[in-house]
């Protein structure tokens, strides 16, 4: 258990912003931490969507259930989360 | 007793030089102070300047454009414009006095490296006048926001912000002292006068002198237009060095600082005089979009300036033309959503009409900045002001210190430039910002951004009312809406019509 800072890049934002999450975190767990500091702020909900999370530098989707400490992310690397169908 | 012409005598005086018998040329000259590069000092001689001026008609010219602005001051300030100015006029005023004032004292110091180091005489002979003009900008500068320090604690900005670590206070002085304060003479006067002077900073005071005309601040047009004939003249030292680098071989090491200067000039013009120009100047009195104003002082004059010299434009000058439709919205949309942060209160600029004419001067804004700004309109309109602040920092380029922003809602395009470097990772806004990085990893590499800072435990306590501990900003100075979010009631209305 131990704080692990990311950036966020969110769908339809237009900043990537810090988010600083728990490395036993999942990527959905991820992903809703990022949303709070953009969906309703300054993005749209789509209901039905769910959120995933990718590497940005490389476009890598990560697995729903992965957790950050297993992701091998630099502390502060940029993670996109995107409206998905799956 | 009969006075020479000046005519008779100038070009003597003004290239007075001489051979040191009692210390060496390098003790004298330091290379890391002159910057001479192994170009001999019959070369540095030939330094000719186009306009040239005596030191009793410097004085002179000078004596009559402070009596103009001066007197222009005093001659409307019972008129009180200040108070029944728009908000977002006041905004841009203060925005302007404090990123500006101060750096322009410290452009003093610039201007004095080329007059102590340089190893051409008529550069040492211009850059003092410049050395005068600098330490003018920056005491007029700040009497002129002075006498409105008894309206808010926001004025006193103008000389505080500069003594701050306020974002924007950081930002500007990490460019500054990249590009003035640790530079060699050479370099300052083709990085400063030149690629920044030259190229910028007609756009800061002709532009925005135009808008305060047509918004009757007149004080304010005749001091920032007063200052940029000063401009005009201590600018030019920079072309006359690069004709001396260029015709010693030294072509692209002087493209090479023009290229690192003029993109970080970009960066923070981007999120200064675009935000000013788009959206805090009154959409009655906005003269020409930050687009167009960029397109006739920068694309126009510098390019031609660029080729005269024999010099190229830019390796990046098709992103940079890309950008100029993207860069400074997502820099207005981090200031005004990050108001706290800033010492002067942002207009949002989103009224109906104005988001119409964003529309027309940037064709698609609407389903692109425009979806967030929808999202926020919505929030104030059904009372949830807390959705419209920030909980969170955003990421900052470890190049420009702003905010890593792109296009946002059907355009989504955020990309971030991310670098390891001797095991440290680094974030960049732009792929040009981190390849400023790259030309001199060294000099850069130690620096930290603001969110290097929180995460490193330094700002405490690690939340807004410490970052705001942390930039200096009090209550009384803490930015917000300029309009109180009355834009944001039309807005719903001019939905539900269409």
New interface residues.
Partial sequence: MAIF?L?S?F?????????VVDDAATMDEVAAACA??SV?????PRPGKVLRVRR??TGEVFPRDLQVKSAGL?????IDVIFSDI | MSKLASSEYYDLVRTTNWTPRYVAESELFPEAMSGARGIPAEAWETFDEPYKVTYSDYVATQREKDAGAYSVKAALERANYIDSADPGWVSTLQAHYGALAVAEYAAATAEARMARFSRAPGNRNMATFGMLDEMRHGQIQLFFPHEHTKRSRQWDWAHKAMHTNEWAALAARHMFDDMMFTRDAVSVAIMLTFAFETGFTNMQFLGLAADAAEAGDHTFASLISSIQTDESRHAQQGGPVLKILIENGKKDEAQKMIDVIFWRAWKLFSVLTGPILDYYTPLEHRKQSFKEFMEEWIIGQFERQLKDLGLDLPWYWDEFIRSLDETHHGMHMGVWYWRPTVWWNPAAGMSPEERDWLEEKYPGWNSTFGRCWDVITENLQKGREDLTLPETLPTICNMCNLPVVGTAGDGWNVKDYQLVHNGRLYHFGSEVDRWCFQQDPERYQGHMNVVDRFLSGEIQPQNLAGALLYMSLNPGEIGVDAHNYAWAGLGKQNQAAE
Avoid: C, K, Y
Avoid at chain 1, 11 to 19: P, S, T
């Fill in positions: 800072p950036s890049n769908e339809g934002d237009f900043v990537i912003q810090l988010v709070v500091h309703n702020r300054r993005v749209a940005h530098s630099m502390p502060t690397e940029t």
